[in-house]
């Protein structure tokens, strides 16, 4: 399995982009008011820099994935408990994800479905690609999604210009200031965050050399796209408004109507959100098998598909409603400690010490 460095520039991309437009806008503005954009493109820097980490970590070991040269970094022992650090977030992770997906689709979309049915859909397909192409295959279907999702965004942006009012989003600063503004900023860092994901991806490379740079491209134009999608909703809605609602960018979206005849827009962030769901469920999918598998070292990795996707459809099926627990789920598990530890503290940890023993080598 080889993936090109365009790749990597729209896994990180479609991954960033589609996992926090939903999400993020609405937390945002009612921490920072109209400053929430001055939040996104401070959250940019941390993501760039957490990226730039950890490929940075990945190339010590260019033929590692992260499974592996946390042991040889830092000891069988140590570099066990960090495997198992991460394993644990990314079946956490899945499970949530799922049950989002089913929550958010039911609401939006589908009111009498089955939940176990949607669930169970998406976790086919994540299994039909993580099988049949491994990170390969996931890394081709981010080449055509990410295209959708860039041409569905312009063209939504374009439709929304006449409903925007720059006025809104006045003043600058002075209203909310520098701590609302750093508060709305940490919960897009754990979105954010999430791009430390390329310490298991470098060693796919064909050029790991290019992981870097086309990573870092990919978190920074999806912050920008971001950034740009959180003006838009602000200067349609107003910052009174968008405080108000769960998901406030489809309600800016939904205003968008042209000489009466182009209406129903949001139908393209509802694309969008889906295929970039799709992605994220497959990346940490793919994570968690491959990972499981040279944990415990398996050979065979595509053996552990099947255990992940029996623990993930019954972990997804019993976690509680997301529109009820996911501001628990962000508060008290994902920022108090991935952030800091999974996030922040071993991909540095790593870097040093891995640095370190080179030098001597």
Do not use: H
């Not at 950890?54 to 022992?77: D, H, M, R």
């Not at 870092?216 to 602000?234: P, R």
């Not at 990795?301 to 976690?319: D, E, G, M, N, Q």
Request: glycine share 6%; aromatic share 14%; charged share 10%.
């Amino acid at each position: 399995m080889k993936i090109s460095g365009v790749q990597i520039f729209w896994i990180m991309f479609t991954f960033v982009s589609g996992n926090m437009l939903i999400t993020t806008i609405g937390p945002a503005i009612r921490d920072a008011k109209q400053d929430a954009w001055i939040s996104y493109l401070i959250a940019i820097i941390f993501g760039v820099l957490i990226v730039f980490v950890a490929t940075k970590v990945s190339l010590l070991y260019p033929n590692q994935t992260l499974i592996e040269y946390s042991k040889t970094i830092l000891g069988k022992w140590i570099g066990n408990i960090v495997v198992i650090t991460y394993l644990f977030q990314w079946y956490s992770v899945i499970g949530y994800n799922l049950r989002q997906f089913a929550d958010f689709t039911i609401t939006m979309l589908l009111p009498t479905t089955p939940l176990w049915a949607l669930i169970l859909t998406m976790l086919l397909l994540v299994i039909y690609v993580t099988a049949g192409g491994g990170i390969e295959g996931i890394g081709r279907c981010s080449e055509v999604f990410g295209i959708i999702l860039v041409f569905s965004g312009v063209i939504t942006f374009i439709l929304a210009v006449p409903n925007l009012d720059f006025s809104k989003i006045l003043p600058l600063y002075s209203d909310s200031g520098l701590r609302p503004i750093l508060k709305g900023t940490l919960y897009l860092d754990s979105y954010f965050g999430e791009s430390v994901m390329m310490m298991m991806f470098v060693s796919f490379m064909a050029q790991p050399k290019q992981g870097p740079s086309r990573a870092i491209w990919g978190v920074a134009l999806s912050g920008l796209a971001l950034c740009a999608s959180s003006m838009v909703v602000l200067m349609t809605l107003s910052p009174e408004v968008a405080d108000k609602l769960k998901y406030p960018v489809i309600d800016a979206i939904g205003f968008i109507s042209v000489m009466g005849f182009i209406q129903n827009v949001d139908l393209l962030v509802l694309l969008i959100w889906m295929l970039s769901s799709f992605i994220i469920n497959s990346l940490y999918f793919f994570m968690a098998s491959y990972g499981t598998a040279q944990w415990l070292k398996i050979k065979e990795w595509r053996k552990t598909i099947w255990f992940v996707a029996a623990f993930s459809f019954v972990y997804a099926l019993i976690f509680p409603n997301v529109t009820i627990t996911e501001v628990e789920y962000i508060n008290k598990y994902w920022i108090p400690f991935v952030l800091p530890v999974n996030i922040i503290g071993i991909p540095l940890l790593l870097w040093i010490v891995g640095s370190i023993r080179k030098k001597k080598q």
